[in-house]
């Protein structure tokens, strides 16, 4: 059981540079989420998504874009990288108060 | 959404029982505690989840008082391996069904040999 994938693991990007964070899952949950991580600031939640067809804004969404074209998908996009997106990644997802997450993507822009 | 309040950072040695409090003051009536942990470099992962009184499963306890303004996690017989960061979470169902999963920064419990 795969639970929730996300690719790449890591990646640098040059500042300006258009970037999609992938993330699937594989369980049929109907909540996703993407959370950014950043030394000393615990998890910050970016966007989320409560069913597929629908997303809405989390604490820290600038920058950021969203889509959820079905159930199994939530792809995350920054459509011009700056050096503060720097951070680590997660993507969740859940049914209930569960929530499993993905092994994260170190994102570096410089 | 209820905010919480933990520990930055608590110490304890292998073997020993560890409580980590959590304040929420505002917890709202459908809201429910749930804890997450986290090791380096890996997502957080569901531990326990309660309402009231008392919850018990194979890894950890959790005990909320009446008023539900507090929450403790309880590890019994902490080893090494449990050194990670604890994050207590308070939401209930948003309208449109999902729950709201908002982390704070989370107690990081360090077990010294």
């Known amino acids: 059981i795969a639970g929730i994938t996300q690719a790449p693991t890591s990646q640098i990007l040059a500042a300006g540079r258009r970037m999609t964070l992938r993330c699937t899952q594989d369980?049929?949950?109907?909540?996703m989420y993407w959370y950014r991580q950043d030394l000393g600031l615990g998890l910050r939640l970016i966007h989320y998504?409560?069913?597929?067809?629908?997303?809405g804004k989390g604490e820290v969404p600038d920058g950021y874009s969203v889509s959820r074209a079905n159930t199994d998908d939530f792809p995350l996009t920054l459509a011009s990288a700056v050096p503060s997106q720097t951070s680590v990644y997660f993507c969740?997802?859940?049914?209930?108060?569960?929530?499993?997450f993905g092994q994260g993507t170190r994102l570096t822009v410089v | 959404l209820a905010k919480t309040t933990q520990p930055i950072s608590m110490d304890s040695y292998e073997g020993q029982e560890v409580n980590i409090t959590c304040s929420h003051n505002?917890?709202?009536?459908?809201?429910?505690i749930t804890w997450y942990q986290q090791f380096p470099s890996q997502g957080p992962r569901f531990i326990i989840q309660?309402?009231?009184t008392k919850v018990t499963n194979e890894v950890a306890s959790l005990f909320i008082p009446a008023d539900r303004k507090s929450s403790t996690l309880s590890l019994p017989r902490v080893s090494l391996s449990d050194t990670a960061v604890y994050y207590c979470?308070?939401?209930?169902?948003?309208?449109?069904?999902?729950?709201?999963?908002?982390f704070g920064k989370g107690t990081k419990l360090s077990v010294i040999p």
């Open positions: 969740a997802s859940s049914e209930g108060a569960e929530a499993f």
């Open positions: 369980m049929r949950h109907n909540a």
């Open positions: 998504s409560n069913t597929a067809g629908t997303t």
């Open positions: 505002n917890i709202a009536t459908n809201d429910y």
């Open positions: 309660g309402y009231k």
């Open positions: 979470l308070v939401g209930g169902l948003s309208g449109a069904g999902s729950y709201q999963l908002t």
